[in-house]
């Protein structure tokens, strides 16, 4: 192993990510996110439980700037996860390991989590305007 | 010391029996977790600027109370197995391995465990 000279395969650093290689490190990114985003769920759960008091200052924040951003980035990463957990149950069953296959279900779970985060924030925002 | 090789040694008996199971636990908790949290998500997003007693009340109903407490143990269960799988590619040393796979599970409980008790509190009204 004293030779420096030999030809070595492309480094990572010359390597271009594939759009499923970057889905699926943002799949296990999201899925830790998601884990320590189960702490909102849980203090929201023990707001509503421990009275209208402590729910109104939960919601308060929750509906301030900061606590939007919060919410949007786990609406985001729970869609992601979903549909690309969808894509992996499929993967599971043997379907669409194509490369075009797998190309192309890439786009499909982008376009399903950006769709479902819009569609859940429209309707929060809808049913606000209702009340 | 046995001439047999290492292959050899292991042909005939089979996989380890349980290496299967957390695979297997990892899927069914995500199939039931599919329709859970869409469900889930679209409720709080219609109640998101409801006042507390409908809140209170929407929560607390025998179905959702019972759907929320499912996906209580299913979210949380799913998350300590991803995690572990998280632990095991990442973390090299055996004993932090051990420590934060062990501390991870314990958390994920505690948490499971207050989210079950407020819910169950929210729906008999206590």
Not at chain 1, 18 to 33: E, M
Not at chain 1, 58 to 69: C, E, N, P
Not at chain 1, 80 to 98: K, P, Q, S
Request: aromatic share 12%; glycine share 8%; charged share 10%.
């Amino acid at each position: 192993m004293s030779s420096n000279n030999r030809p070595l395969s492309p480094h990572l650093d010359v390597y271009k990510l594939p759009l499923s290689a970057l889905l699926s490190i943002v799949h296990r990114g999201t899925g830790a996110f998601l884990t320590l985003g189960t702490i909102v769920l849980v203090w929201w759960l023990m707001a509503l439980a421990g009275g209208e008091e402590s729910f109104n200052s939960a919601q308060q924040f929750m509906g301030s700037f900061f606590g939007r951003l919060i919410l949007l980035g786990w609406s985001f990463a729970l869609f992601f996860h979903l549909a690309n957990g969808i894509r992996h149950l499929v993967w599971d069953a043997g379907y669409c390991f194509e490369k075009d296959e797998v190309e192309k279900t890439s786009y499909i779970v982008l376009a399903t989590s950006v769709f479902l985060t819009l569609l859940v924030w429209v309707v929060a925002f809808l049913f606000t305007a209702g009340a | 010391m046995s001439l047999r090789s290492p292959l050899g040694q292991a042909k005939g008996l089979g996989s380890a029996k349980e290496g299967l199971h957390h695979w297997w636990a990892q899927r069914v908790t995500a199939v039931a977790l599919i329709p859970l949290t869409i469900w889930f998500a679209f409720k709080v997003a219609v109640l998101s600027m409801s006042d507390y007693k409908t809140v209170l009340e929407c929560i607390g109903s025998p179905w959702s109370a019972a759907l929320i407490v499912s996906l209580i143990v299913a979210a949380f269960y799913h998350a300590a197995l991803g995690m572990q799988v998280i632990y095991e590619d990442y973390i090299g040393g055996k004993a932090v391995r051990i420590a934060a796979i062990m501390g991870t599970n314990l958390l994920l409980f505690l948490l499971a465990a207050a989210s079950i008790i407020a819910v169950v509190r929210i729906a008999v009204g206590g």
